[in-house]
């Protein structure tokens, strides 16, 4: 299963939303992410964001396999966070000591990345790449910079695809890949074609929108619309009350 999903249109309430209102949400999650600490209330967030999902259609099972990746991630964490934090050590292990207050950190260092990531795909799999493009159009970024948001939402799952493929390849050639340790490891002889592929294909795609005359007017119409519906002002208005609610007790209690 991929790692980065494409958007897929769902026929409900929530999921229609104006791009606006889900970036709001997105924006208000990531900084509630990165303020809060504690690993019980980061927990809070990531089920908020599934509840969410599963409000708005969304596959849940999505998020697996990206929050799989991360495992490799985590253990790393862990393990810096039991050797070098401060405070009493609970075992030694030659000239190194495991510190006790390593696990608190390393479980609020990994729920935060668990909550960051599947906010972050959540946005992907619920925001049209067009969308977003207006979205940023209506912020008057001219379209010559604001198309490219959209563009890059495309272009994530595609060289996701390139990526599998070379894996691929380089397995048929008999390099040792299995299991998500070993493929960190052999990044070396992957990231070569990768990279070059990437610069092949943003050259192919750099000539398509040139020979379109792709900026060459100031301004252009676009065959999609966005706009703010009264259902929009509620759920914008309630995102951002309560996001600024959260805030406000937390500073206040921790």
């Not at 599934?50 to 964490?77: E, H, K, N, W």
């Not at 599998?164 to 008999?174: E, F, L, N, P, T």
């Not at 619309?225 to 805030?247: E, K």
């Amino acid at each position: 299963m991929a790692l980065i999903t494409p958007y897929s249109y769902k026929d409900n309430t929530l999921h229609k939303l104006d791009p606006r209102t889900k970036l709001l949400w997105f924006l208000i999650m990531i900084t509630l992410a990165i303020v809060t600490e504690p690993p019980l209330l980061l927990i809070g967030g990531i089920a908020l964001v599934v509840l969410v999902s599963l409000v708005a259609g969304l596959d849940i099972r999505r998020y697996g396999p990206l929050v799989r990746a991360m495992i490799p991630v985590t253990i790393a964490v862990v393990i810096l966070q039991l050797i070098f934090a401060e405070g009493p050590t609970f075992a030694q292990l030659g000239p190194v000591g495991l510190h006790s207050q390593g696990f608190e950190i390393a479980f609020k260092v990994m729920f935060r990345i668990v909550l960051i990531v599947i906010v972050s795909l959540q946005f992907f799999m619920w925001v049209h790449p067009t969308d977003l493009a207006l979205t940023f159009v209506t912020f008057k970024v001219p379209y010559r910079y604001a198309l490219l948001f959209g563009l890059s939402l495309r272009t994530f799952p595609v060289m996701e695809r390139e990526l599998v493929r070379i894996y691929d390849s380089q397995a048929v050639r008999g390099l040792e890949l299995e299991g998500s340790l070993r493929k960190i490891v052999r990044l070396i002889p992957i990231m070569l074609p990768f990279v070059l592929r990437a610069l092949r294909r943003t050259t192919e795609v750099a000539i398509a929108m040139e020979l379109r005359a792709y900026g060459y007017d100031k301004t252009r119409t676009y065959l999609r619309a966005i706009r703010f519906t009264p259902s929009d002002w509620i759920a914008s208005g309630l995102v951002l009350a309560v996001g600024l609610a959260y805030l406000i007790w937390y500073l206040q209690t921790y």
